[in-house]
């Protein structure tokens, strides 16, 4: 043997080591544990990474593009079953055309999870890529209003919330599976019903079973133009509160009724006093019904709650309040039966949260982009059911762009490549 170096056990797993092997010219007579060597791996390893997230990105471009409009020309409604095979069929195809393995996780009570991994072997503990595929719109939304890129801009149902982010959720472990990435086992879920707010299934708590362990989580809901990174967002839920009370003429025997209707005005009343939007907390009773007649004391009242809340602490305070007062009826001999129809976690900000975003600006700074900074908004996202389970989490690493929900939704295609190199980065200097 001409020479050996001498490293460390745990440097066998980095992309230094690895580098190394293939520069062993470059390196049999440097002292293995000197500044030059250092120097030199460090270098190598920038080259490496800016050839893993420049070139072999571009080598993604076009198929990201292409695959970000055919998807958008594949309609997707949370709540037609057909529109949910199709879409998990073509996306299926995709990856084993690159050579992964998609598995649908499949429930009686919910849409499927789809699911591919990279490492899944690795002893150490496991990244989660998250996103979803359904959008808010009717089937046959694409045919009149298909996928197009014209120039920078995408249009088309999804364009912006969020089929290129998960296009992007899907390149990043491509890119990642090219480069021989080996520290961490990488997970992808994507997920059916996000749109509907998982309503009446356990969607939640398969991406939780899904993400068990996990030490980061990397979620490609869409981005403003503003090269903002979501760290913490609102949670909700739905509530739906039904009141019976006593029907009576309310001319002949007022006395024996019993309003349902008051009652519930009551309870808006009462929770009024729940709403805090300086700290973020929100009850807004968005649909009222009730009585059967003018002159007829109401047996029956309903009301749906939209329940708004910045940390899972505020949520379930919120939540424990309005089953509370619905115990406690103002009205004697009414009875008010509350039952959350859906909620999604907060993105609450963990500890881990700021030292994740300062890895991604570094990242950033690597490979020449704009640095991205940090921020909070309102509306929810399945990040919430990660941070829920103590895993730091970014969100907003998707397509820039705006009108998310609307005719007018769009993706600006050159920060799909950006961004998904970004994470991609990340990932590969995470320890």
Request: glycine share 8%; hydrophobic share 40%.
């Amino acid at each position: 043997m001409s020479g050996f170096g001498v490293t460390t056990k745990r440097a066998f797993s980095l992309t230094e080591y690895n580098l190394a092997r293939i520069s062993y010219r470059d390196t049999a007579k440097l002292n293995a544990y000197s500044n030059a060597y250092t120097k030199l791996m460090n270098k190598r390893q920038a080259t490496l990474l800016k050839d893993l997230n420049q070139h072999r990105a571009a080598k993604y471009q076009a198929a990201k593009a292409s695959l970000s409009t055919a998807l958008i020309n594949q309609d997707i409604n949370a709540l037609d079953a057909a529109s949910v095979d199709a879409t998990l069929t073509l996306v299926e195809d995709f990856l084993t055309s690159h050579g992964l393995t998609a598995v649908r996780k499949q429930s009686t009570t919910a849409n499927p999870v789809l699911v591919a991994d990279l490492n899944e072997t690795a002893p150490s503990a496991p990244l989660i890529l998250l996103g979803h595929l359904d959008t808010v719109f009717p089937v046959g939304t694409a045919k009149p209003r298909p996928g197009v890129i014209d120039g920078e801009r995408l249009t088309g149902p999804g364009s912006n919330d969020m089929k290129p982010g998960a296009v992007m959720a899907i390149a990043t472990l491509l890119a990642l599976k090219e480069a021989n990435y080996q520290a961490h086992p990488v997970r992808l879920i994507l997920v059916t019903d996000e749109e509907i707010l998982h309503k009446n299934a356990p969607t939640k708590e398969t991406i939780a079973r899904l993400s068990k362990g996990a030490v980061a989580g990397f979620n490609f809901e869409s981005a403003d133009p503003d090269n903002g990174v979501v760290t913490g967002r609102k949670g909700g839920a739905i509530v739906d509160l039904t009141v019976t009370g006593i029907a009576t003429h309310s001319g002949k025997e007022p006395e024996k009724g019993r309003s349902a209707v008051l009652e519930l005005a009551h309870q808006i009343i009462k929770a009024e006093a729940l709403t805090d939007q300086a700290a973020g907390k929100l009850v807004n009773y968005g649909l009222v019904s009730g009585g059967t007649s003018e002159n007829i004391i109401p047996d029956h009242a309903h009301t749906g709650i939209a329940v708004r809340f910045t940390t899972k602490q505020q949520g379930d305070e919120l939540l424990a309040a309005l089953q509370e007062q619905a115990a406690h009826p103002t009205v004697a001999g009414t009875t008010v039966e509350m039952k959350v129809a859906t909620k999604i976690d907060s993105m609450d900000t963990l500890p881990g949260t700021a030292a994740l975003l300062e890895k991604l600006q570094a990242s950033a700074r690597l490979l020449h982009q704009p640095v991205p900074h940090g921020k909070q908004t309102g509306g929810a996202s399945d990040a919430g059911v990660l941070t829920a389970h103590n895993i730091p989490t970014l969100c907003g690493l998707g397509i820039m762009g705006g009108g998310a929900h609307t005719a007018h939704e769009y993706g600006l295609v050159s920060s799909m490549f950006d961004r998904a190199a970004l994470v991609a980065t990340t990932i590969a200097h995470l320890d």
